[in-house]
């Protein structure tokens, strides 16, 4: 009998125990990402610091930038409370669906928005882009601590990244729909990472916003959201003056004013990255 009692209270225990897990990855939905993201492991990509730098034209950053192969913006800038914008400085903007960003974030934004809901079933909207300094202040005034960037240190004011939502899903809700969770386990493969990630708030000065989406492009994205580091730890990945290989990639974070490439390059994209040096990824052949 009393083997039989012990027995019912283990399988009531058990069951209570299991009922009280599911009831907590249904609450937290941030958690169960993460057990997904976790299992789910792509191929890792490679980062690999080359011996020499390579050889072929030497050429300036205004040579550079003059070719129609060449892109350059704002896009590896690291904005944050120690890294505010310059003062001098002027975002880079165009019109989508009434959304301002930077012209190269539009149509990678749209390749992530289509095929989240292919696979979901789901589409996403912008509920926040570029705002103004005042926009900013005004947002900054009515938010809690940790929830807004200081006036001049926004992404938003930089004009790189966007807000977004489902429908009956925004903000602490997003990753309780599907395309929420989809939006944040494939957006660096179209050039987006989640720049205030999950537990990195000591880092970023900004708690977890899984909503938030900041464009940097191919192929930081991808190794951004491999890596799991933050725009502030990517940065420094990269000891300055050295080239690194990356599949496709060849990048180089320097203070030069001119550099070096290869004799053969499919196209290129030059970036400050607000901290006294300049991005150069260029794609070759």
Not at 40 to 50: E, G, R, S
Not at 180 to 208: M, P
Not at 212 to 217: I, N, P
Request: glycine share 6%; net charge negative.
């Amino acid at each position: 009998m009393k083997a039989r009692i012990k027995q019912g209270i283990a399988w009531a225990l058990s069951i209570a125990l299991l009922l009280s897990v599911t009831v907590f990855f249904a609450l937290r939905s941030d958690v169960g990402l993460w057990i997904e993201q976790t299992m789910d492991v792509p191929p890792p990509m490679d980062l690999t610091p080359l011996s020499e730098s390579p050889k072929g034209r030497t050429w300036s950053i205004e040579e550079l930038c003059a070719l129609e192969k060449v892109s350059a913006s704002s896009l590896m800038m690291l904005v944050n409370a120690t890294h505010p914008l310059p003062k001098e400085y002027e975002p880079t903007l165009t019109e989508y669906n009434g959304a301002q960003m930077h012209p190269l974030m539009v149509d990678a934004y749209v390749a992530l928005r289509d095929e989240v809901q292919r696979r979901t079933g789901v589409r996403i909207y912008v509920s926040s882009d570029y705002r103004t300094a005042e926009e900013q202040k005004k947002i900054l005034a009515e938010s809690a601590s940790g929830t807004a960037a200081p006036l001049g240190c926004s992404e938003h004011e930089a004009g790189v990244a966007l807000d977004v939502y489902a429908p009956y899903y925004a903000g602490r809700e997003f990753l309780k729909s599907p395309a929420g969770r989809e939006v944040n386990r494939i957006c660096g493969d179209y050039g987006f990472v989640i720049r205030y990630a999950r537990d990195k708030e000591v880092i970023t000065g900004i708690l977890y916003e899984p909503w938030h989406l900041r464009y940097v492009g191919a192929p930081h994205a991808a190794l951004m959201m491999e890596q799991d580091v933050t725009l502030e730890e990517y940065v420094e990945l990269f000891a300055p003056e050295v080239w690194y290989k990356s599949g496709d990639y060849l990048i180089l974070r320097t203070a030069k004013k001119e550099i070096t490439l290869p004799w053969e390059w499919e196209s290129a994209h030059v970036s400050p990255d607000n901290t006294g040096y300049t991005f150069f990824t260029v794609k070759i052949s």
